[in-house]
């Protein structure tokens, strides 16, 4: 399996613009999960998915973020209108949910400059 | 107070020693326990799963859970340089996972 795969790995924006992350999970995993990672705040958990159903969406900054997850293959997570703050590198995991002990895998990683 | 915490470090061990971490955790339905391992510029990769109090050991590592105690803790063995990364402790309940602030460990040959 070629694991969690995320697009673009890297984005340099400028202040204003529109980021779209786009995140493949592993195939069969149930769950999906969004997390920002910065240094002064560590790894949060933005929203996670489950059967492509919205769960808890409680870590999303504000309305300037948004998450979808069209089908059990896909989701985007766009910020609109970017700010400089949005800075991070903002990962993607993916999880099959039974027991509650699943693992999550994690993709590489988007990195998203704001200017 | 943050739902689970752990030492910034940085720890530093020298090569062949034992690194221990720690975290513990406030929330007493959490169910599972993960450590994960996250060298500079690379995404947390799974380390060891522990789900049930007293110890688990795969190879060189060893976890260790007191859910009474509410803390997790991970022992490193013979540490190597390679070993030196940043560990996250993360914890599950109520059907999310949430981490620690993760303890960077540098093993100096």
């Known amino acids: 399996d070629a694991g969690v795969i995320q697009s673009p790995r890297h984005e340099v924006t400028e202040m204003g613009q529109e980021v779209t992350l786009r995140c493949k999970p592993i195939s069969g995993h149930n769950s999906l999960f969004w997390y920002r990672q910065t240094m002064m705040r560590g790894l949060e958990l933005l929203i996670y998915f489950n059967n492509n159903v919205p769960i808890d969406d409680s870590g999303m900054p504000e309305d300037r973020f948004s998450a979808k997850m069209p089908n059990a293959s896909f989701s985007t997570l766009k910020i609109q209108p970017s700010e400089p703050r949005d800075s991070a590198v903002y990962f993607c995991?993916?999880?099959?949910?039974?027991?509650?002990?699943?693992?999550?895998?994690f993709g590489p990683g988007t990195r998203l400059l704001v200017l | 107070q943050k739902e689970v915490e752990q030492n910034s470090g940085p720890l530093s061990v020298p090569e062949g020693a034992i690194a221990s971490l720690n975290c513990t955790y406030s929330?007493?339905?959490?169910?599972?326990f993960f450590w994960y391992r996250q060298y500079s510029g690379k995404s947390p990769e799974l380390i060891m799963s522990?789900?049930?109090?007293g110890d688990k050991e795969d190879g060189r590592f060893t976890a260790q859970l007191n859910k009474a105690s509410q803390y997790v803790s991970l022992l490193i063995r013979d540490s190597q340089p390679s070993d030196s990364a940043t560990y996250l402790c993360?914890?599950?309940?109520?059907?999310?996972?949430?981490f620690g602030a993760g303890t960077r460990l540098t093993v100096k040959p």
């Open positions: 995991a993916s999880s099959l949910q039974t027991s509650g002990r699943e693992t999550q895998y």
């Open positions: 522990i789900y049930s109090n």
């Open positions: 993360a914890v599950t309940g109520n059907n999310d996972m949430r």
């Open positions: 929330d007493r339905v959490s169910q599972s």
